[in-house]
């Protein structure tokens, strides 16, 4: 940026000395010659980092749960792929869970961490797995919350682990589906995860009821 500078101490020299109300006019003027010059710190680092990040979750866990406060879907992943349990959050508290469910097996397993969900799709075929009868999986309900693929959805036979995805029954499915919107913190943890006062543990993820599996 080229910027024009002024010689004003010549000016000075061949104008009357001014009085101290001209002084602090000329003081003045200089300043905002100075500051013109100046880049603006807020724009230039509005235009470098571009949209905040989201923000990491807040500490404390939501009672219940193994998952931090500010998450809105929380899931812990149980043996193999078996026993995955689900909860739906809202202002910190549970409203809906633990829900029993199925989650990717060995080889295949439901990757741990946290994420945003990103988009929903009501009637989802899955492009990359097949049925028993060799079709497209059907995935009711999707949630997505990775851009890989990753989502929380119905459908499928209760025998079968899933490809990575965490599976839950029809209506539960439908309720995150209705329920979550894109933005809302989806926590994953592994099953030595602690629970924050869950008092009432209804049992242990090496059970073998309640298995939904599937992709």
């Given at each position: 940026?080229?910027?024009?500078?002024?010689?004003?101490?010549?000016?000075?020299?061949?104008?009357?000395?001014?009085?101290?109300?001209?002084?602090?006019?000329?003081?003045?003027?200089?300043?905002?010659?100075?500051?013109?010059?100046?880049?603006?710190?807020?724009?230039?680092?509005?235009?470098?980092?571009?949209?905040?990040?989201?923000?990491?979750?807040?500490?404390?866990?939501?009672?219940?749960?193994?998952?931090?406060?500010?998450?809105?879907?929380?899931?812990?992943?149980?043996?193999?792929?078996?026993?995955?349990?689900?909860?739906?959050?809202?202002?910190?508290?549970?409203?809906?869970?633990?829900?029993?469910?199925?989650?990717?097996?060995?080889?295949?397993?439901?990757?741990?961490?946290?994420?945003?969900?990103?988009?929903?799709?009501?009637?989802?075929?899955?492009?990359?797995?097949?049925?028993?009868?060799?079709?497209?999986?059907?995935?009711?309900?999707?949630?997505?919350?990775?851009?890989?693929?990753?989502?929380?959805?119905?459908?499928?036979?209760?025998?079968?682990?899933?490809?990575?995805?965490?599976?839950?029954?029809?209506?539960?499915?439908?309720?995150?589906?209705?329920?979550?919107?894109?933005g809302d913190q989806v926590q994953i943890v592994d099953?030595?995860?602690?629970?924050?006062?869950?008092?009432?543990?209804?049992?242990?993820?090496?059970?073998?009821?309640?298995?939904?599996?599937g992709l």
């Amino acid at each position: 940026m080229h910027t024009t500078t002024y010689d004003t101490t010549t000016q000075a020299a061949a104008a009357p000395r001014p009085g101290r109300r001209g002084r602090r006019l000329l003081c003045c003027l200089g300043a905002v010659v100075v500051l013109a010059a100046l880049p603006f710190a807020g724009s230039a680092a509005a235009d470098v980092h571009g949209p905040a990040e989201p923000a990491a979750p807040r500490s404390g866990l939501v009672p219940g749960t193994p998952c931090a406060v500010g998450t809105s879907a929380c899931v812990q992943l149980g043996s193999q792929g078996f026993n995955a349990r689900s909860w739906f959050i809202r202002d910190g508290r549970v409203v809906r869970g633990p829900i029993a469910g199925a989650s990717g097996g060995p080889g295949k397993d439901t990757p741990t961490g946290t994420y945003r969900v990103i988009r929903k799709i009501e009637n989802h075929y899955s492009s990359e797995t097949t049925d028993a009868e060799g079709r497209p999986s059907h995935m009711p309900y999707a949630v997505f919350y990775t851009s890989s693929g990753y989502a929380f959805h119905g459908g499928g036979r209760p025998s079968d682990r899933t490809a990575g995805c965490v599976r839950l029954p029809d209506s539960d499915a439908s309720y995150f589906f209705r329920n979550l919107n894109a933005g809302d913190q989806v926590q994953i943890v592994d099953r030595s995860a602690r629970v924050a006062d869950d008092r009432k543990r209804d049992r242990d993820n090496d059970d073998d009821g309640g298995l939904l599996g599937g992709l």
